[in-house]
């Protein structure tokens, strides 16, 4: 699939050649490094930032890089969202 009359900075984040390469993924993108990011969260915690309401994520990010989405888009954890986790107990229906 082509993106018609795309330029490199549109607002959509698609640029023509990146829909040439459907399996492209930005490195800026990537659920590792969302992951890595969260890992800051301790440092924050100790100088008084509550970052409690981060964890439901940090869980999910947990979980992707755990099944193996480190390189894959952050896209992926909207596959991990539809497929309840260990000890999920609500459902979505």
Request: charged share 20%.
């Amino acid at each position: 699939m082509r993106a018609m009359f795309c330029s490199p900075h549109s607002p959509s984040g698609i640029s023509a050649s990146m829909s040439d390469r459907p399996n492209s993924v930005s490195p800026s993108s990537v659920v590792g490094l969302f992951y890595a990011g969260s890992a800051h969260g301790d440092e924050l915690a100790a100088a008084n930032i509550d970052v409690s309401r981060r964890e439901p994520m940090n869980d999910l990010l947990r979980r992707a890089v755990a099944e193996g989405h480190g390189e894959h888009s952050i896209s992926a954890l909207v596959e991990l969202l539809r497929k309840p986790g260990p000890g999920a107990a609500r459902s979505f229906n």
